[in-house]
């Protein structure tokens, strides 16, 4: 049966990256969504925006909702100091076996555990199932349907510390509006839109960045 578009991915990193360097695996990834098949990874241009937001957070704890493939599971471990408790949710388990290969290729698989399954179910489990108190810092890139109750279960779950940073990807397009509403009207969340575009194309998009103030 016909390959899917992951398993095609997957094919061009293992045929055009170098084992054990992230950068290649990055540019691997972007190349074939812009020259063979548009992706829905965060792309090199917001991309650069998760990288600086990362950088300047130094996190010891992190969260990413939506692995898909890996390719910002890739861009956020390969920056993240040794000891960092970094943890990918994903509930396709086909998605998690391409991540797991692509995060292997660029030599990772240290760095980050791909857990297979959903946020709503996973998150009340954090605290027993991996010994986390809170995340300093959480990438939202799943269903964007489901960036609203996930932001409300980790304030649920008390998993936010004062100073704890969301980032959130395509605020735009497709767009999760109700979030927006939410974190920009809360007094809990200082919030700031980053614009962007949509990975690999001209149109509009941008991710929201919200600080939680405890
Ligand atoms: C709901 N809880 C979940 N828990 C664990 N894994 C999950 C959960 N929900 C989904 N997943 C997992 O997270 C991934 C889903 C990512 C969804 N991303 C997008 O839809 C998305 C869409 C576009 C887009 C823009 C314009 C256009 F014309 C077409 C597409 C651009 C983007 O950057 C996106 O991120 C994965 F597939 C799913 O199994
Ligand atoms: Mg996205």
Redesign the pocket.
Known sequence: TRSTRPQRMLKAVQKNATKGNPESVISAIDYFCKHSEWA????DEKGSILDSVVTEVNPSTVLE????CGYSTVRIARLLSPGTKFIT????PA?VTVARQIIAHAGLQDKVTVVE????D?IPQMKERFGITTFDFIFL????D?YLP?IKLFEECGLLRKGSVLLA??VI??GAPEYLEYVRNSPRYESRYYPAH??YTT?E?GMEKSVFLG
């Open positions: 829905m990874n965060v792309g909702l939506g692995t898909y949710l994903e509930f396709n998605n399954g959903s946020s709503g996973l890139d799943h269903w964007k489901r996930d990807d395509n397009c497709p949509l990975e149109l998009d």
